[in-house]
C-alpha cells in the first residue's frame, strides 16, 4: 500500500485531496476513511479555502470499499458500525462543507466510489471514466448516499436500473442522465479541473456555501418551507462583502473581485 493514501495539497485558495493507492483501484480502507474526515474537519475550517477537488491518482477514481481490509469486511456484524461511523461521516461532511467540491472522477468509480462522487457538489468525468453502483454485484445496496442521491439526481427508473443491475455507465451517459455535471476529454480533463476550481474559488464563497445549503434541504421541503429557507439565507448573503462588492461591480461595469465573506 501506498505510505499516504490520503494526499491534501494545496494551490492557492484551492484544495486537492487525492485518494492514492492507485494499485487497487483507490478503493478505501477504514484508515483512508478516517483520513478524509480528517482531512474534511482541517479544510471545513480553513477559511483560505475556497474550492475543494476531491480526486484519485492512476487510472481509477475509487472502486469502493477494500474488499479486502478485514477489520472491516471480515465480521459482518460490524458492517452497520463500518457505515455508520466511517462513510456516513464523510458523505455528511462532503454535504455541509462551506466551499464548493468538485468530484474529478479521473476513472472508473464503483460501490462507495460512486456515492462518494455524487456527495461533492459538481462532478466532471473523464470520457474514459465508468460509474456503477457495483453493490449488488456482491450482495450489498448502495450506502454512502447512494440510494438518497441516485433517484434525485436520475429519477427511479434509471435510479433502479443502476442499483438492480449493477452494470456501469459511461461518463457521456451519466452527464446525459444527470449524474455528473459534465464528461470531457481525457486530454482536456486536468485543464478542465483546475480551470473549474480557481474559477469557483474565485467566486462570492459565502455565497456559495449557502446555495449548497438551499439546493441540499429542497429534496424533503414543500415549497413554503423552501420559500421560507430561501428568505433567511438571502438575508444572510446581504450581509456580506461580497454582496457589496457584487452589486457596486455591476453597477461600475467592471469584474467583481470577491473576497470570500
Ligand atoms: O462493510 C462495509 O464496508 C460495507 C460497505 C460497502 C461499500 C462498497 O463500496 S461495496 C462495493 C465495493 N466495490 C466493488 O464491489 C467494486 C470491486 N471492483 C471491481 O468490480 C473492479 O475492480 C472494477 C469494475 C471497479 C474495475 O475493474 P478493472 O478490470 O478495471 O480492474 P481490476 O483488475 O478489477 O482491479 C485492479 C486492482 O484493484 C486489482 O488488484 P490486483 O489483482 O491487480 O492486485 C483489484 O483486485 C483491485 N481492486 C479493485 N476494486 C477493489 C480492489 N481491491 C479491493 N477492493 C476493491 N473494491
Not at 500500500?1 to 478503493?27: F, H, Y
Not at 483520513?35 to 474537519?41: M, P, Q, V, W, Y
Not at 456503477?132 to 435510479?159: C, E, H, K, W
Amino acid at each position: 500500500m501506498t505510505e499516504t493514501p490520503i494526499l491534501l495539497q494545496r494551490d492557492g485558495a484551492v484544495a486537492r485531496l487525492i485518494l492514492n493507492r492507485p494499485d487497487k483501484l483507490n478503493s478505501l480502507t477504514l484508515g483512508m476513511l478516517v483520513d478524509l474526515s480528517a482531512a474534511l474537519t482541517d479544510i471545513d475550517g480553513d477559511d483560505t479555502v475556497r474550492a475543494v477537488i476531491l480526486t484519485g491518482t492512476g487510472r481509477g477514481f475509487c472502486a469502493g470499499q477494500d474488499l479486502t481490509d478485514h477489520e472491516a469486511m471480515d465480521d459482518t456484524r460490524a458492517v452497520r458500525s463500518v457505515v455508520e461511523r466511517h462513510y456516513n461521516p464523510v458523505i455528511r461532511q462532503l454535504r455541509s462543507l462551506p466551499q464548493p467540491v468538485i468530484a474529478a472522477v479521473n476513472g472508473v468509480a464503483a460501490g462507495a466510489g460512486c456515492s462518494l462522487a455524487l456527495a461533492c457538489d459538481i462532478a466532471i468525468a473523464t470520457e474514459s471514466a465508468k460509474f456503477s453502483n457495483a453493490f449488488v454485484n456482491i450482495g450489498l445496496i448502495p450506502d454512502g448516499g447512494g440510494s438518497y442521491f441516485l433517484p434525485r439526481m436520475v429519477g427511479q427508473a434509471r435510479a433502479l436500473g443502476l442499483s438492480l443491475l449493477g452494470e456501469p455507465i459511461e461518463a457521456k451517459t451519466a452527464a446525459e442522465w444527470g449524474l455528473i455535471w459534465r464528461s470531457v476529454a481525457d486530454t482536456d480533463f486536468t485543464k478542465d479541473v483546475d480551470a473549474l476550481a480557481r474559477r469557483l474559488a474565485d467566486m462570492p464563497t459565502a455565497a456559495i456555501g449557502l446555495i449548497k445549503h438551499a439546493i441540499n434541504v429542497s429534496g424533503h421541503h414543500s415549497l413554503e418551507q423552501q420559500l421560507a429557507v430561501e428568505a433567511e439565507l438571502q438575508a444572510q448573503a446581504a450581509e456580506t462583502e461580497d454582496y457589496q462588492e457584487g452589486r457596486a461591480a455591476f453597477l461600475e461595469k467592471r469584474k467583481p473581485r470577491f473576497i470570500g465573506r
